[in-house]
């Protein structure tokens, strides 16, 4: 049972216009026994965490994903439907075209992914996670959080505070989802060689997913390390 949809939704406009597809097809069929079948569908969200890579595409199985370069901590702003299968997601440099990373990954139907581009300096890699929500429901009050530590110290095991909350993380670690209390919600990574907090405001039943992440000893500011969020969309029945 699928649980939620994202923010932009594959959209509703998308559905119509499958379902108008349908009544087209359904017309024009000259055997009306057999009933339309949509194609089976994964879905894929596309995150850049790469801090020396402002412009970075994704293909998958060659084919461009979404839209033509993803900004440093800039995400799809929804989930991509793909077909289903062992399918290769390369990121590249959408400046030049060079390849950053490929990982091949088994994506199934109807399930939910999404896939980070993590690293710096010519050591990254695309990491791919099945997002499960399969716990995921709407709860007076409450909203869903999880996290990745994309901060590129890959030596280092920071230590994550999320909502009173502590643990530690490597580099690229991906936690499940949890509850928060919706409202304000603080979130911390820091090691022996960097540090951020930030509080965040989570609305009730939406979900989310905490990055934390930068370059530590970085003097630009958009590249230091930092907490940032993305929202992946809401809790439904």
Excluded: H
Aim: include cysteine; charged fraction near 15%; aromatic fraction near 10%.
């Amino acid at each position: 049972m699928k649980k939620m949809f994202n923010i932009a939704g594959f959209s509703r406009l998308t559905i119509l216009g499958l379902a108008f597809c349908a009544v087209l097809l359904s017309a024009c069929s000259k055997n009306d026994g057999n009933d339309f079948v949509y194609p089976p569908t994964a879905q894929l969200m596309l995150v850049n965490l790469a801090p020396d890579k402002p412009a970075v595409g994704f293909t998958l199985s060659g084919n461009q994903l979404g839209t033509p370069a993803l900004g440093y901590t800039n995400y799809s702003g929804r989930y991509l439907p793909i077909y289903p299968g062992s399918r290769e997601l390369r990121s590249f440099d959408f400046n030049n075209g060079t390849t950053i990373a490929t990982a091949t990954n088994t994506y199934t139907d109807s399930a939910y992914y999404s896939a980070f581009v993590v690293g710096t300096t010519g050591q990254y890699r695309n990491i791919v996670v099945k997002d499960d929500y399969s716990a995921v429901a709407p709860v007076a009050g409450k909203a869903w959080v999880r996290y990745i530590n994309g901060v590129t110290d890959t030596a280092a095991t920071p230590t994550v505070t999320l909502a009173g909350t502590t643990e530690e993380t490597t580099f690229g670690g991906v936690s499940g989802f949890r509850q928060v209390d919706a409202g304000s919600v603080n979130a911390a990574v820091s090691s022996g060689e960097f540090g951020a907090t930030r509080t965040l405001t989570m609305a009730e039943n939406k979900i989310y997913t905490i990055l934390f992440v930068g370059q530590p000893g970085a003097t630009d500011p958009a590249l230091q390390v930092q907490v940032k969020v993305i929202e992946n969309g809401i809790a439904s029945n």
